[in-house]
């Protein structure tokens, strides 16, 4: 456990928080953290079910003089996204997560600090294990496999649930109601290529960007960082125009929600031009950094000079495949017409793999209008023949459509105005919620969205303001406080 951290105000929700991620929960690996918080409910005496899928469910009895409120359910997810900066030595599968605390923020030493949605599920265990809060009867839903397939929610059975409303705590600015959000799809392009041997003296060169911002593919979308894969794929493209180059291996990006930010890519040159690619390469990178210099202020070219490579694909394959990423779309398609400020359609290029005869690219598509979420993906299947790869999408999701005479909306606004003496800002997400996905299972729920500041998410730089969790933690209390009779 962080010790500094734990001491923050709230400290029952801190406490947990630190508890929490000394626990590795990677997506798709989380039988650790189920465990855990299995646990958690049982030594509290509280009903609590895990379910075929591993989502966790703790039930509270009502406080008294409550006990004829509407049921509450508080939801988050149990798993978070492991990224790290490359010169960062840490194992996610053993270790937990180093905090600090760094002014008005709490942050992590090069890695994601699981704020996301660790911030929630240490919310409702604070809740839970609290003697002393009026509430209606809760249920607290902890699922499992958010960032990667929402698999918990897809799980997720009629029945499991009997609450009246439910309270997502999953959002990143504690200004924000959230009614709604984008669905998503995943996008998978992979392939082979033919290896040969150049019959002219050859060197090789590594190019490696990194230092880029990165970030929530949906949540940041808009916020004009660059993409790694795609802007390393512009410097190759520059190293083609001056000479013919031979790509040997290209390994950029990670999971689909995070925006990359390292590429690394290896090619042959003809030995007499490596001068001259070098040199026109770094006056793009230039460019790059120019372009780039509000955003991603940290952005590095590397280069290197690699004896042996292994082998390379062809020259026409390499450029074909330069140009297939050339074209591909990659941030926003189309801002929201109804909505102000919201993006409507978005794709981010994940992650981008050549190496030994094999390729693979993983896009994630988003949007909350379903026609224009098959047209973005036409749109990718259209750059991807150039390659004639293979390309399979999986993961569908649905968005989650506003309600705007919610009653719990209308309530949650009433609160906010009275306690912060301003307008919330009412909104539906880019980013993918489970919302969409639990409602498709109970119609009936009232659902609403919010949660405290959290910047960065999905990326080493990611941190959570401590002031705006107290004042997210009040909000929720007083919430509780108000629910309406059944």
Same mark, same amino acid.
């Given at each position: ?9 709230? @400290? ?62 508080? @939801? ?68 499992? !496999? ?139 990178? !230039? ?28 020259? !026409? ?128 729920? !009232? ?40």
């Amino acid at each position: 456990m962080s010790q500094e951290v734990s001491q923050l105000e709230p @400290q029952s929700l801190w406490k947990n928080f630190s508890n929490l991620n000394a626990v590795p929960r990677p997506s798709k690996k989380e039988e650790r953290v189920i465990a855990f918080m299995k646990k958690f409910g049982e030594d509290l005496g509280l009903e609590t079910k895990v379910d075929e899928v591993g989502n966790v469910l703790i039930c509270k009895p009502a406080s008294e003089g409550m006990e004829d409120r509407q049921k509450v359910a508080l @939801q988050s997810h149990l798993d978070m996204v492991h990224q790290k900066n490359s010169d960062t030595d840490f194992d996610f599968e053993a270790e937990g997560i180093k905090m600090i605390v760094d002014g008005d923020w709490v942050r992590a030493e090069g890695t994601t600090l699981g704020s996301d949605n660790g911030i929630g599920v240490a919310t409702m265990m604070a809740i839970l294990e609290a003697k002393n809060l009026d509430h209606p009867a809760l249920e607290c839903l902890f699922t499992i !496999d958010e960032e990667t397939g929402m698999t918990g929610a897809f799980g997720l059975k009629p029945g499991f649930l009997s609450a009246d409303i439910l309270l997502n705590l999953d959002t990143e600015d504690d200004d924000e109601l959230t009614i709604g959000c984008a669905g998503g799809v995943n996008v998978n392009a992979a392939g082979k290529y033919e290896l040969e041997e150049s019959s002219i003296p050859e060197v090789s060169l590594q190019l490696e960007l990194s230092g880029l911002h990165g970030g929530h593919s949906g949540m940041d979308i808009h916020k004009g960082y660059g993409n790694a894969n795609k802007l390393n794929n512009r410097l190759l493209s520059v190293a083609m125009e001056v000479s013919d180059i031979r790509i040997v291996e290209i390994d950029g990006g990670g999971l689909r929600n995070a925006i990359p930010r390292e590429s690394k890519a290896i090619f042959y040159c003809a030995a007499t031009d490596k001068d001259q690619i070098i040199k026109k390469v770094e006056e793009e990178f !230039d460019q790059i950094k120019a372009e780039y210099e509000l955003t991603d202020p940290k952005i590095k070219l590397n280069w290197n000079l690699i004896e042996r490579a292994g082998p390379a694909a062809t020259v !026409d394959f390499s450029r074909r495949f330069i140009t297939s990423i050339y074209g591909l779309l990659n941030g926003i398609y189309r801002m929201s017409p109804s909505l102000k400020n919201t993006v409507q359609s978005s794709n981010n290029l994940a992650q981008v793999k050549l190496k030994d005869g094999q390729y693979s690219c993983l896009c994630l598509t988003r949007s909350s209008v379903e026609s224009e979420k098959a047209e973005v993906v036409k749109s990718l299947e259209a750059s991807f023949s150039v390659l004639n790869a293979k390309v399979t999408t999986d993961g569908d999701y649905p968005g989650w459509t506003p309600a705007t005479d919610s009653a719990i909306l209308k309530l949650m606004e009433s609160l906010y105005r009275e306690k912060f003496n301003a307008e919330p800002r009412v909104m539906a997400g880019h980013g993918g919620l489970e919302c969409g996905i639990i409602g498709a299972n109970y119609p009936d729920l !009232d659902m609403v969205s919010f949660g405290p500041n959290i910047r960065g998410a999905h990326s080493p730089d990611e941190c959570c303001q401590i002031s705006s969790v107290q004042k997210y933690w009040e909000y929720l209390l007083e919430a509780l406080k108000r629910i309406p009779k059944k």
